[in-house]
């Protein structure tokens, strides 16, 4: 997995862009950063999305357990983030001109994260700098046969937590 992480680092000027947005935007009396990856798009189609009630649900351990908190979210529909989730002060949606690499960089500096669906924000979470944090993830530690492919060990690491009840 280290060999994995040594291969898939991030551009200097891509964390130095990310890093000046964070210091531009971020409290510095905000003790622990959360990054929430929010996929609707196509997934839209395949009600495959992570309800709000669910993020809203992880935000609330984070913030029971940690008090001061932000909240770091890379969407592919940013403008809907700012809508549902924007109105709040302690959440942060990065801007619409940050590329994909720039979203994922963002994640791998959180202390923590949110999974919702599907694969970027796991890897925002395999690529953590920080590999104690914590990370939370809605979805099912079951087979269906769309993941067929998938080995439950790998796809849900011990250090991931999963938050039941929240749909």
Not at 23 to 50: A, M, P, Q, Y
Not at 121 to 135: C, E, I, P, S, T
Not at 138 to 166: G, I, V
């Amino acid at each position: 997995m280290e060999q994995i992480r040594e291969q898939l680092r991030f551009k200097q000027s891509i964390l130095d862009r990310v890093k000046n947005f964070l210091d531009k935007n971020i409290n510095k009396n905000v003790s622990t950063s959360v990054g929430i990856h929010i996929r609707r798009g196509d997934f839209l189609r395949v009600r495959r999305v992570s309800s709000n009630k669910y993020i809203f649900n992880a935000m609330s351990h984070f913030l029971i357990k940690y008090h001061s908190v932000i909240f770091i979210i890379v969407s592919d529909d940013k403008e809907y983030c700012r809508k549902i989730f924007g109105q709040k002060n302690n959440v942060l949606v990065t801007p619409d001109s940050f590329s994909a690499a720039d979203d994922l960089a963002t994640l791998t500096l959180c202390e923590h994260t949110i999974l919702t669906a599907g694969t970027f924000g796991w890897w925002g979470a395999f690529l953590l700098h920080n590999r104690l944090g914590d990370v939370i993830t809605d979805s099912k530690s079951d087979h269906t046969p769309l993941d067929a492919n998938c080995q439950q060990d790998d796809y849900f690491p011990p250090w991931f937590s999963f938050l039941n009840n929240t749909n």
